[in-house]
C-alpha cells in the first residue's frame, strides 16, 4: 500500500523558524509540492497526518468519525484550563453531555433568546466613537463576550463578574498559545509557576461561575435564557447535571462562542470596508425590509444578502482554521494507510481557497453563496466543522452576526486605512488588527 509524502524530522527542525511564524505558508508550500495530503514525523509517538483534501476531511469528521477523537491538544491541554465540557471531551461523555445541551440551541429556543441578544449588542456598539480610526477588535471581542453572557444569566447584574471572567479566559487562552507554540519549553512553564498561575485563574473562575449558579438555583424565577436550558436537562435516569459539569459547559460555551465569533466579524468588518459596493447592498437589503423590527427572528431571516457576506468571510477567514483529531483504530484512506494514534490536522483554511473548488478563491464574493445559483457547498465548506461533532452554536453565532452587521451598516459607514488584511493564526485565526473608521450616514 502506497504511503503519503512524509517531511522529516529534520527537515522539521531546519525550518522550524518560519514554521513557527508562519505555520499557514509552510502548510501551502508542501500541499503545492506534495498534493492535498502529507505527512511530518515528529519523533516516534504520534505521525501527523495534514491535509486539506474535503473528501478526507469528510471521511474523518462524518463517514468514519467513529474512528476517530478529539486529540490531546483540546482533551488535554485545552481542557485543564476549560473543564471537560462537549468541547473537549470524548466518548461516552462527550455523547450524553452533546445530547443535554443541544436543544437549548434550537431554533425555536434561540427565538427567545433573539430580543436579549440584540439589547447586548446594541449596548456594546455604543461605544463606537464616529469619526475615528481605532482598532474595532476589543469592542467585538466585548460584544462577542456579553453576548454569550446575556444568553446564559439574562437577568443577572453581573457585568463586574463577567469582566473578570472574561480577563481569565483570555488570559488563559494566551498561555494556552504559548504552550502550543513552544511545546519543547512546557517543563520550563511548570518549573517557572506560569501553568500553576493560570491555573489558580481557572479555579477563580470556577468559584465565580459556581456563585451565579447558586444563586439562580435559589431564586424562584424564570428565565427562559441557556442557563435556565442547562438546568433543566436530564440524564436518562432523570436526574439533573451536577454543579462541577454545568461549570465545565458553562466555561466551555464562552470559551468557544466568543473569540470565534468576534474574529469572522472582525474580518466581516475590515472586508466592508474595503468593499464599500457590498457595504451599500447590504444597506439597500436593510432599507428594503418589510418585517418589524420586533419580530426580530424573521428580521433577521430576511437578511438574505447580509448572511451571504458573513458565509463568504468565513470561507476567506475561517475562524476554526485547523480542526484537530487523533485516529483510534487502524483505518485507510483512498488506499492510503493511517495508523492507530495519527494526529490528523484537517486544513478548513486550505480547503476554502482551494483552487480546484472555487472560482477565484481569493476573490470575496458573496455572490457565490446567492441561493439562487442552487450550488450545494457542503462537501468543501466547513466553518463550523462537520459530523456529529459540528458546531452546536452555528444558529446562536449567524443570528448574533447577522444583528450586529445589521445595527453597525443602518447608521455607519465603514472604512479603513489598511493596505492589506493580514491574519495571526494562534487557536483560532484572528486579524492581525482591525483599524476602522466609522462614519454617520
Ligand atoms: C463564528 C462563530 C463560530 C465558529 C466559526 C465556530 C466554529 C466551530 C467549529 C469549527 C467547531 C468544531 C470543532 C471540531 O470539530 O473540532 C465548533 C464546535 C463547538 N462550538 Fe462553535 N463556532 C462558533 C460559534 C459558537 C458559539 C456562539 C457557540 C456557543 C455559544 C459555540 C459553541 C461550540 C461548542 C460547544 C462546540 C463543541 C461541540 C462538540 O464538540 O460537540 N460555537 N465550533
Request: proline share 5%.
Amino acid at each position: 500500500m502506497k504511503s503519503l509524502h512524509t517531511i522529516s524530522q529534520l527537515q522539521i527542525l531546519i525550518n522550524r523558524k518560519q514554521i513557527l511564524k508562519d505555520p499557514l505558508s509552510f502548510h501551502r508550500e508542501n500541499f503545492e509540492k506534495y498534493g492535498d495530503s502529507f505527512r511530518i514525523r515528529l519523533g516516534r509517538k504520534h505521525p501527523v497526518i495534514i491535509t486539506r483534501n474535503p473528501v478526507f476531511i469528510k471521511h474523518v469528521l462524518q463517514k468514519q468519525h467513529k474512528k476517530y477523537q478529539k486529540s490531546p491538544i483540546q482533551t488535554v491541554d485545552l481542557a485543564k484550563y476549560i473543564g471537560y465540557g462537549i468541547l473537549t471531551s470524548n466518548g461516552e461523555h462527550w455523547r450524553t453531555h452533546r445530547r443535554m445541551v443541544q436543544p437549548a440551541f434550537h431554533k425555536e429556543k434561540l427565538k427567545n433568546l433573539m430580543g436579549t441578544i440584540r439589547v447586548a449588542i446594541q449596548f456594546e456598539l455604543q461605544r463606537i466613537a464616529p469619526n475615528k480610526t481605532h482598532d474595532v477588535f476589543p469592542l467585538m471581542r466585548d460584544l462577542a463576550f456579553q453576548v454569550v453572557a446575556k444568553s446564559l444569566f439574562s437577568s443577572a447584574d453581573i457585568r463586574t463578574q463577567m469582566e473578570q471572567l472574561q480577563s481569565i479566559t483570555e488570559s488563559n487562552q494566551q498561555m494556552l498559545v504559548k504552550e502550543m507554540r513552544q511545546p519543547y519549553l512546557k517543563w520550563w512553564f511548570y518549573l517557572n509557576g506560569s501553568i500553576k498561575k493560570h491555573l489558580n485563574l481557572t479555579k477563580k473562575a470556577q468559584i465565580l461561575l459556581h456563585e451565579i449558579i447558586e444563586e439562580r438555583r435559589n431564586s424562584e424565577q424564570e428565565n427562559d435564557d441557556l442557563l435556565d436550558m442547562l438546568l433543566q436537562a436530564r440524564y436518562e435516569d432523570g436526574s439533573p447535571m451536577p454543579q462541577k459539569q454545568l461549570i465545565d459547559e458553562v466555561m466551555i460555551l464562552f470559551t468557544a462562542g466568543h473569540e470565534t465569533t468576534s474574529n469572522a466579524l472582525s474580518f466581516m468588518l475590515l472586508l466592508l470596508a474595503k468593499h464599500p459596493d457590498i457595504q451599500e447592498r447590504i444597506h439597500q437589503e436593510l432599507n428594503k425590509i418589510n418585517v418589524s423590527v420586533d419580530d426580530i427572528m424573521q428580521y433577521v431571516l430576511q437578511l438574505q444578502y447580509t448572511k451571504q457576506c458573513i458565509e463568504e468571510t468565513m470561507r476567506l477567514y475561517p475562524p476554526g482554521f485547523i480542526i484537530d483529531r487523533i485516529s483510534i483504530a487502524h483505518d485507510e484512506f483512498n488506499g492510503k494507510k493511517i495508523s492507530k494514534n495519527t494526529l490528523l490536522l484537517l486544513s478548513v483554511y486550505e480547503v476554502h481557497k482551494h483552487p480546484d473548488f472555487w472560482e477565484s478563491p481569493e476573490k470575496f464574493n458573496p455572490n457565490r453563496f446567492d441561493a439562487k445559483n442552487k450550488k450545494d457547498y457542503s462537501d468543501q465548506y466547513f466553518p463550523f466543522g462537520a459530523g456529529p461533532r459540528m458546531c452546536v452554536g452555528n444558529n446562536f453565532a449567524m443570528f448574533e452576526m447577522i444583528l450586529t452587521i445589521a445595527e453597525i451598516v443602518k447608521k455607519y459607514r465603514i472604512t479603513t486605512p489598511l493596505e492589506k488584511i493580514e491574519i495571526n493564526p494562534l487557536i483560532t485565526l484572528k486579524p492581525k488588527e482591525v483599524p476602522l473608521t466609522f462614519t454617520e450616514r
